[in-house]
């Protein structure tokens, strides 16, 4: 599904000594199947957007369109654009409430109205995607379960909806490496398998360059940069002015180029550093 945000603001408690401008008409265009990453600090407007897409929030000036469909029509029905549009909330496992694994990632077809048959499809398909045995839990409380899994079975509940655009806000928040890197790579595969267009929230510029097609930058509000993970890391200077920065690889590999001009300092991922210094090595053995 495609996204256009037209001179979209939000105004949090207007007209109140507590007004706060969340988001200052915002315009952005997000094309179908695109893996978008959304940065920016604690303040800074994400979730404030992200929330209106899904129309959990309604803005206080501007449009949005889903696929060419204005949403903030008031004759537009929430409930179908929630079905195409799949929100994962920071700490999703907080949400979980449901006795079984199976009654919880079933909630949301079960709302939709579904067969059970179509129901169970659904559940299977989804704890499939984010790598849950399905025989093995079904039947387990999910409070049973570890941070990690938890997390999952989350996710899980929002792909039974089988939405168009998946919305994921800090979805690796308080989990260990492992499962950081394991929900990480989930998503990844997941938009590879579904082709669906992907919004992820995060704070990790590393985890955001070596995932998304194109970066937002989000600053007081208003989109600071768009462009993609070259583009928007190269600003440095930009970035740091707004209290950002570069991943941690790229610092390194911006040293290594003051030592050697011929190292390349464009690079985001410790993979693409890791190859780039390989590279580096084997000239200075055949030089």
């Known amino acids: 599904m495609s996204i256009k945000i037209e001179n979209l603001t939000h105004i949090y408690n207007p007209k109140s000594p507590f007004e706060t401008i969340a988001l200052d008409k915002i315009n952005l265009d997000i094309q179908v199947g695109e893996f978008i990453g959304l940065i920016g600090h604690t303040g800074s407007g994400k979730s404030t957007l992200t929330q209106h897409l899904n129309g959990l929030l309604k803005p206080t000036t501007g449009k949005i369109f889903i696929n060419g469909m204005d949403i ?14 799949g929100l994962v909330f920071q700490y999703p496992e907080h949400q979980l409430f449901e006795e079984t694994v199976y009654k919880d990632i079933a909630f949301g077809p079960m709302n939709l109205g579904l067969s059970e048959a179509e129901i169970t499809i659904r559940v299977k398909e989804a704890m499939e995607l984010v790598k849950l ?10 409070f049973e379960l570890s941070g990690g899994q938890r997390r999952r079975v989350a996710i899980a509940g929002v792909l039974a909806m ?8 800090e979805p690796t928040a308080g989990l260990d490496p492992k499962g950081r890197d394991e929900i990480l790579s989930q998503i990844k595969e997941l938009h590879n398998q579904m082709g669906n267009t992907v919004i992820l929230v995060s704070h990790s510029m590393e985890d955001i360059a070596k995932l998304v097609d194109r970066i937002i930058v989000m600053h007081k509000g208003t989109v600071a940069l768009i462009g993609t993970a070259r583009n928007v890391f190269q600003q440095v200077e930009k970035l740091e002015s707004i209290g950002l920065g570069i991943p941690q690889i790229s610092y390194l590999m911006k040293k290594l180029k003051t030592i050697d001009p011929n190292f390349k300092d464009d690079i985001f991922t410790v993979e693409d550093a890791k190859e780039e210094i390989l590279k580096w090595i084997r000239r200075r053995e055949n030089a």
């Open 162 to 169: 089988r939405p168009e655009v998946l919305i994921l806000d």
């Open 72 to 85: 903030t029509d008031k004759s537009v029905k929430m409930t179908d654009i929630r079905k195409k549009v």
């Open 133 to 142: 045995p399905y025989e093995g839990l079904i039947d387990r409380s999910p």
